[in-house]
């Protein structure tokens, strides 16, 4: 991610100058530990995350949160 610099040389991310809506991701999965390791992942470059358990809860979900891009176990 590009930074900027101000007069008083502190660093800004693109994101924090202007108001960027943050991309989200939905993982349809069953094993949490699938969901802890992804949502840090996902957390740490910048992503909103929300979960479903099953197929059921992610149609919901998918309905409810409208997110940029579901990643499903299959």
Do not use: H
């Not at 949502?39 to 992610?58: I, M, P, R, T």
């Amino acid at each position: 991610m590009k930074t900027f610099d101000n007069q008083n040389d502190k660093n800004f991310t693109s994101s924090e100058l202007k108001s960027e809506p943050r991309s989200k991701i939905l993982l349809a999965d069953d094993e949490e530990n699938i969901k802890v390791l992804v949502e840090v992942l996902v957390s740490k470059k910048g992503y909103e995350f929300c979960y479903a358990d099953n197929g059921e809860e992610a149609l919901v979900m998918y309905e409810r949160e409208q997110p940029d891009l579901v990643i499903l176990d299959v």
